[in-house]
């Protein structure tokens, strides 16, 4: 799963927030909540698809913004998290 | 009370690339969930303020007494099922979930709930992920059994995206006019006050109506065997309660103090009108079962609570209508139990939905009398006695 972490979060988010016909204008690093793509509800099912789908765990305090803005800082928090438990 | 606020919602527009915006996003361990305390009060009451009730003013003295009453001091307070606030960057609170421990038993087995409620966010632009936070905060709390009865379309959407269905049995509410015209004035006269002066006009035409026998929905039940109803005190509430909510297998573990402070709550709903707690009696005076509701002339009555013995649920219902329709009563609505949602049915009432019973466990065995109707979560067990639902505070 490491190895397409980035690509099937971006499928993820694309399959089900994108409403743009351009599925591919969305940039890695394009902010997601100022986009208006992904709110409080739409974080909650990004945080069940990283917990179940990735294997991540997430402890609340580390959903914020730094971590779950773009595709690029998710792919990012999840290797970090997945290189923490391989280690 | 679920509901999270809109003003200043981040609105879709052009792409702009994450941390770039020139307003400095909050790092991850400044803003924090914790447990509610003391001094959160003013600064929750002020949120309440604003998005549930007047935005204009200030939180009156009342509002936060009463909320830290509920919240700080509830009877059956538990240090680690408390209503948690969000801390923003700025170390503001930005978010609030309440949360009210519940004890229930189980097939006479304890077990600890909690309802949570007044779910509310300021500012969601800065603080997006807040309400997410909180209600994530909740559910991961010692509690075995999680439950809302006032989830509305956005709070719900955020219990879906968490893999929850409504609990469609305890989520609609009912609606029995009694009074045609009355109804449609009274209803009106919510959106527009000055409506309200049609009252007296509407009251003639229902009488008339009724006159002539064209008031398909007056209640004139002449009850299978025999009914009494007369108003009770705590005393005799307190002492029937318990029994009748023993038919559940799953229901509040109430005992006198505990239901004397639940009912001293639900006593005072001012937007409601003054409350009625009647107690139905059959054939030797035995207890068939009570209603607690609030009723004002020419308004809608709100029923808090109905509970009966199985064989006589039609009879309370029936009594409750009557009574209702003799004091003035346009209408009367209350949420739906599967005990006597088709007793309500046949008596013509209507079935809607405002906001919507969620629950999470990971305990099937707990979910599986609610699942079939066998369970006693809502009205006094719930959310609905306290009186941030349908109190002034002035």
Same mark, same amino acid.
């Given at each position: 799963m490491q190895g397409d972490v980035e690509a099937s979060i971006r499928d993820f988010i694309v399959d089900n927030f994108l409403f743009r016909?351009?599925?591919?204008?969305?940039?890695?690093?394009?902010s997601l909540l100022e986009g208006g793509l992904i709110d409080s509800t739409g974080v909650l099912e990004l945080v069940a698809f990283l917990e179940t789908e990735v294997g991540i765990e997430i402890a609340d305090?580390?959903?914020v913004p730094e971590n779950l803005d773009s595709i690029r800082s998710i792919a990012t928090y999840a290797k970090t998290k997945l290189a923490q438990v391989a280690a | 009370m679920l509901e999270i606020e809109t003003r200043n919602s981040a609105r879709p527009g052009a792409p702009r690339q994450a941390g770039q915006t020139g307003k400095e996003m909050p790092a991850p361990q400044e803003s924090a969930v914790r447990a509610l305390e003391p001094a959160d009060i003013p600064a929750v009451a002020n949120q309440f303020q604003r998005i549930?009730?007047?935005?204009r003013k200030q939180a009156p003295d009342s509002l936060r007494a009463y909320l830290a009453d509920l919240f700080?001091?509830?009877?059956? $307070?538990?240090p680690d099922l408390a209503s948690r606030v969000y801390i923003d960057a700025q170390g503001q609170v930005g978010g609030f979930i309440g949360v009210l421990p519940l004890r229930l038993l189980f097939n006479a087995r304890p077990v600890r709930a909690a309802v949570a409620g007044s779910l509310m966010v300021d500012n969601r632009a800065e603080n997006p992920l807040a309400g997410a936070r909180l209600l994530r905060s909740f559910l991961a709390g010692p509690q075995d059994l999680s439950i809302t009865e006032s989830a509305n379309r956005l709070s719900m959407g955020m219990w879906e995206r968490l893999g929850h269905e409504p609990e469609v049995a305890y989520s609609m509410d009912w609606l029995r006019v009694l009074r045609p015209a009355g109804f449609a004035v009274a209803a009106l006269g919510h959106w527009?006050?000055?409506?309200?002066?049609l009252a007296p006009v509407a009251s003639l035409a229902d009488n008339i109506g009724n006159r002539m026998g064209r008031?398909?929905? $007056?209640p004139d039940f002449r009850t299978r065997g025999h009914a009494d109803d007369r108003e009770v005190g705590d005393e005799e509430l307190i002492e029937h309660i318990p029994h009748f909510a023993?038919?559940?297998?799953? $229901?509040p573990d109430w005992d006198e103090a505990a239901l004397r402070w639940f009912l001293e709550h639900a006593d005072r709903k001012e937007r409601y009108g003054e409350i009625s707690r009647r107690m139905v009696y059959g $054939? !030797? !005076?035995?207890?068939?079962g009570f209603y607690i509701y609030h009723k004002r002339a020419r308004d809608v009555g709100r029923v808090l609570q109905i509970m009966a013995r199985p064989d006589a649920a039609g009879r309370v219902v029936e009594s409750l209508l009557n009574h209702a329709y003799a004091n003035g009563c346009v209408a009367l609505r209350g949420r739906s139990h599967p005990q006597i949602t088709g007793i309500l049915m046949r008596r013509k009432s209507l079935f809607y939905c405002l906001s919507s019973t969620v629950v999470h466990s990971k305990n099937r065995d707990l979910l599986a009398p609610i699942r079939s109707g066998d369970a006693l979560i809502t009205g006094l067990a719930g959310e609905?006695?306290?009186?941030?639902?349908g109190g002034e505070f002035t």
């Open positions: 016909d351009d599925r591919d204008s969305l940039s890695d690093t394009e305090a580390e959903i | 549930f009730r007047d935005p700080l001091h509830h009877h059956w $307070r538990e527009l006050r000055p409506a309200r002066v008031n398909a929905l $007056r023993e038919q559940y297998s799953l $229901r $054939r !030797g !005076g035995a207890p068939l609905a006695w306290t009186r941030i639902i």
